[in-house]
């Protein structure tokens, strides 16, 4: 088993940034992929980045290139989320998963944690 922890959401301002981290324990966390989603409200859950257990490779939705950087510390047990440019349609629920295959589909992934907030105001 694998438990993860978001946290760092909150409030901002259209331009502005937000870093979000998930904490891992459980099982050894270096040997998985990690993955962020995001869920708006009425909408389906939606991958935004994900990164090999090496950081060998990441991957991104289009939607966020060149603004969303993902990096993580296996040391530390944790995955980053670096949000910047934010704009109002990122508004969402942040979810981290992890999973022994790294792509952008949510059923590639094993293990979610609780979701963290994210509002971006215009």
């Known amino acids: 088993q694998v438990q993860l922890v978001e946290s760092g959401g909150g409030l901002v301002q259209a331009g502005g940034s937000l870093r979000l981290s998930c904490a891992a324990s459980g099982r050894t966390f270096s040997s998985y992929a990690m993955g962020w989603f995001r869920q708006a409200p009425g909408k389906e859950r939606e991958f935004v980045r994900t990164i090999s257990w090496i950081e060998l490779n990441t991957y991104y939705a289009d939607s966020v290139k060149g603004r969303f950087t993902v990096s993580r510390d296996n040391a530390k047990n944790t995955v980053y989320l670096q949000m910047n440019s934010l704009k109002p349609e990122d508004t969402a629920v942040y979810y981290c998963?992890?999973?022994?295959?790294?792509?952008?589909?949510?059923?590639?992934?094993?293990?979610w944690g609780q979701g963290t907030q994210v509002t971006v105001s215009s």
């Open positions: 998963a992890a999973g022994l295959v790294m792509g952008g589909s949510l059923y590639e992934y094993d293990y």
